[in-house]
């Protein structure tokens, strides 16, 4: 959401905080939610050809990616991130503001998005190239500020829920913050129903409604974490200089301690990889990955200094999801402040693989 009198103004977008897009002529990026070729070159393989590319595109005039925040060391067991890649354009005038994005891990290439302050309480399913596939509106909920969106593991077994995190406070005045849990939508039914000629309208689902307070004081935050093998619930807050981890334990939302997000901060969406071997965490200007170990507390992992993220240059960058079917991040703006009235869509590939050791 954007900043008001009570949150400072995020800082002024820097040059060396984020890259531009793939120049033209490099190979397309790969559909959302594609599988991966089972024939797919080993990580240091792949680590090598990712850095070609971005070394062909300063020899090339193409820009940079991301200079590596200084207080950000190398580490050998960071990723390799190519230059961001335009997958495709938002230009849908229902999602004027979108600040909540997470890719579907049962629907290959549906990605779900979602507005800012001030909407209605409905959640959108766009595919990689922009276009909407289904519009879903959420009963038993109200948006006062949705801020981030999520999947993760609910009370039937085996299947994807929705997380939709109403946590914006900027004014720091809620005495309650709600994250609404609703069944993932089937996209393919809304689909069949529009080629067989029926009426276009809005799929509706029930959510489920988990008030949370925070332990000490209100708090203002825009980013969500579900944790895909537990379902734990964690808030990341939003502030100047600095974030805090928060977890969901019954009714409240409990401190666990800083997260290092840079000396910014303004920490705006969040997301874990399906298989929460990864945390990747941004802010307006920068991101921040973690990779976690196997049965490893999201806490403990989140407590150590992070790797950073080549993100996209966008005017107001509010929304990050994973790729569940590729090595890469999703990304989007909130603003269209962009001189073309649309969002473009980022894919944000990196090589993981590279720092297990693999031949």
């Not at 590596?68 to 335009?86: G, K, N, Q, R, S």
């Not at 600095?242 to 000396?263: C, P, S």
């Not at 993981?352 to 031949?359: F, H, N, T």
Request: hydrophobic share 40%.
């Amino acid at each position: 959401m954007p900043a008001t009198a009570a949150e400072p103004r995020r800082p002024p977008t820097r040059s060396t905080a984020a890259a531009e897009p793939t120049c033209a002529g490099r190979r397309g990026a790969s559909p959302i939610g594609s599988s991966r070729s089972p024939e797919r070159p080993s990580g240091r393989a792949r680590a090598r050809a990712l850095v070609g590319a971005v070394a062909l595109a300063s020899l090339s005039g193409c820009p940079r990616r991301t200079e590596i925040p200084p207080e950000l060391a190398a580490a050998a067991h960071c990723p390799t991130f190519a230059a961001p890649e335009v997958l495709g354009t938002l230009d849908d005038p229902d999602l004027d503001e979108v600040s909540g994005l997470v890719a579907s891990r049962r629907q290959p290439g549906v990605l779900w998005v979602h507005n800012d302050s001030g909407a209605a309480p409905r959640l959108y399913a766009i595919d990689g190239a922009g276009r909407r596939l289904a519009e879903v509106a959420v009963a038993n909920a109200e948006a006062v500020d949705w801020e981030d969106i999520a999947l993760g593991p609910g009370p039937e077994p085996g299947r994807d829920y929705l997380y939709v995190a109403d946590i914006g406070d900027n004014r720091r005045r809620r005495q309650s913050v709600t994250i609404y849990r609703l069944p993932e939508p089937d996209v393919g039914a809304a689909e069949a129903e529009a080629e067989a000629g029926a009426e276009k309208r809005a799929l509706s689902v029930t959510a489920e409604a988990i008030v949370l307070r925070y332990d000490h004081s209100p708090r203002n935050a825009e980013a969500l974490v579900v944790d895909p093998a537990s379902g734990e619930l964690f808030v990341i807050s939003k502030e100047t200089g600095a974030a805090d981890l928060f977890a969901a334990d019954g009714e409240v939302l409990r401190n666990l301690g800083r997260v290092d997000a840079g000396g910014e901060a303004l920490v705006t969406a969040a997301d874990v990889s399906p298989d929460g071997r990864w945390i990747a965490v941004r802010t307006y200007n920068r991101g921040y990955l973690w990779a976690r170990e196997p049965g490893e507390p999201l806490a403990d992992a989140l407590a150590r200094p992070p790797c950073p993220i080549a993100v996209a240059r966008e005017p107001q960058g509010e929304a990050l999801a994973f790729d569940p079917g590729a090595d890469r991040l999703l990304s989007l703006s909130e603003s269209r402040d962009n001189g073309g009235g649309t969002v473009p869509l980022h894919a944000l590939p990196f090589a993981p693989a590279a720092l297990a050791g693999d031949p």
